[in-house]
């Protein structure tokens, strides 16, 4: 499945494409938001991670023969279904209530937990997202712009001087090793895969899960459509429960680094009950 890195015209207002004309086109437009182990893309423009595998076996059995690779900032994804730049995400994105009013989401593909990057050594001792919120000294922590951990920390009441925002995760690393932030939060996959780019950080190996309202904090990532692509969602949906009857879904998971414990999870929820609060 050859995909190439699109540029592509944005005309808003027009409805999302039928998954009728995507298969008579053959050719369909998946964003991701260069992000390990969720879906990326290499330096040879090949989308990678547990999203677009899985993505690519769906939509070939639904006889779509070519997909086009989007590569934009994970604050770019909704807004990019929503004016129509591409037809479906592939980023692993969240399901949560506040997103279900602006795209419609497929069943969970994986779940995931939290997750913390530290300086070497972890000389400020920092192990938990309240430490933020409850130590004296001014520890700052580094987000992704537009995610839900974000979210999460203003949640917490963490003062918005001790959060830094960064766009790409590479800015993440280099904030921590140039001192302007002294953590950086994000999930417990994308922390390990940050620890690979310098011997300069690491993932907190005794990082204690944030709990929110009085649970611990777990996602359940899926595939990501314009409000108006019911069909489409619908069929990817029925295609995703084929997909995790077969081992070679789990070996995929399994293969990015994804726990038995997350396996399981997404089996737990449904898009319509993760809609409606439930996790």
């Not at 993505?55 to 770019?76: P, S």
């Amino acid at each position: 499945m050859a995909g190439t890195l699109a540029t592509l015209l944005v005309i808003p207002g027009l409805q999302a494409d039928t998954l009728e004309e995507i298969q008579q086109r053959g050719v369909i437009r998946i964003a991701v938001a260069n992000e390990k182990p969720y879906g990326y893309l290499n330096e040879e423009g090949k989308a990678l991670g547990v999203g677009p595998e899985v993505a690519q076996r769906i939509l070939e059995d639904l006889g779509i023969e070519e997909i086009e690779w989007v590569e934009t900032e994970f604050k770019n994804l909704i807004p990019g279904l929503e004016v129509g730049r591409f037809d479906m995400a592939a980023a692993e994105m969240a399901i949560l209530p506040q997103r279900c009013t602006r795209v419609l989401f497929s069943d969970p593909n994986t779940s995931y937990g939290e997750g913390l990057l530290v300086l070497a050594s972890n000389p400020n001792r920092i192990r938990a997202y309240e430490d933020f919120v409850r130590r004296p000294d001014t520890i700052r922590v580094a987000v992704q712009e537009g995610t839900v951990t974000q979210e999460m920390f203003e949640a917490l009441g963490v003062d918005p001087d001790r959060i830094v925002t960064v766009e790409r995760l590479p800015e993440a690393v280099d904030a921590i090793i140039r001192g302007r932030a002294d953590a950086f939060a994000a999930t417990g996959m994308t922390v390990a895969s940050l620890e690979q780019m310098s011997p300069q950080v690491e993932a907190e190996f005794n990082f204690t899960d944030p709990v929110i309202d009085g649970r611990e904090v777990r996602y359940f990532g899926s595939f990501a459509f314009p409000l108006d692509a019911e069909d489409l969602r619908d069929a990817v949906n029925e295609e995703l429960k084929e997909e995790k009857r077969n081992g070679e879904w789990q070996q995929t998971l399994t293969r990015y680094g994804f726990l038995q414990k997350d396996v399981l999870y997404s089996y737990r929820f449904t898009a319509e009950q993760l809609c409606e609060g439930a996790g």
